[in-house]
């Protein structure tokens, strides 16, 4: 287990998202939502850090 400093967040989503979250984790083998949502967080901000650069 990494030793990154982490915070613990409440995140309030809708039923359709919470579904989406847990088909994600099943097909990334996720141990829980947040670990998905830490992946789509962090996909998202490279691709607008590299739509920044373009500009």
Known sequence: MSKNPTRK???R???Q????????MA???AKSAGR???KLVRDRML???G???EH
């Open 9 to 11: 967040i409440t995140v």
């Open 13 to 15: 989503v809708s039923p």
């Open 17 to 24: 998202t919470a579904y989406n979250l847990e088909l994600l």
């Open 27 to 29: 097909m990334s083998g």
């Open 36 to 38: 998905v949502i830490d």
């Open 47 to 49: 691709a607008l850090k």
């Open 51 to 53: 739509h920044k650069e």
